[in-house]
């Protein structure tokens, strides 16, 4: 079992900054594929962010060119730089991993069999 914790989440106002981490802990027996979803009142969880474990990055379209995504060291704790925000950018958001996830399925929740409980991003004058 996986038990990832997530961290960082508050309020800001429009054009701020948050950065987020997310800590992996318990029975890892491989590295992880590791990615962050939110998900706004109302709304469906969409794939915010992924990092895989060559270093490679995927970004959903409204967040490119605002969010990174990194790895801390030890690879098991997985960061969101955010900047810039929007009020749409306001939801809970997750970080997601497991062993292996495919490419394509990166920004899929699907995909992630472990999930964190959760951090608030609220963005607001």
């Known amino acids: 079992q996986v038990q990832l914790v997530e961290s960082g989440g508050g309020s800001v106002q429009p054009g701020g900054s948050l950065r987020l981490s997310c800590v992996a802990s318990?029975?890892?027996?491989?590295?992880?594929?590791m990615s962050w979803f939110r998900q706004a009142p109302g709304g469906e969880r969409e794939g915010v962010a992924s990092?895989?474990?060559?270093?490679?990055?995927i970004y959903a379209d409204s967040v490119k060119g605002r969010f990174t995504v990194s790895q801390d060291n030890g690879k098991n704790t997985l960061l969101l730089r955010m900047d810039n925000l929007k009020p749409e950018d306001s939801a809970m958001y997750y970080c997601?991993?497991?062993?292996?996830?495919?490419?394509?399925?990166?920004?899929?929740?699907?995909?992630?069999?472990?999930w964190g409980q959760g951090t608030q991003v609220t963005v607001s004058s």
């Open positions: 997601a991993a497991d062993a292996w996830v495919p490419f394509s399925a990166r920004l899929r929740q699907t995909a992630y069999m472990y």
């Open positions: 990092f895989a474990l060559n270093g490679r990055t």
């Open positions: 318990g029975n890892i027996m491989s590295d992880l594929y």
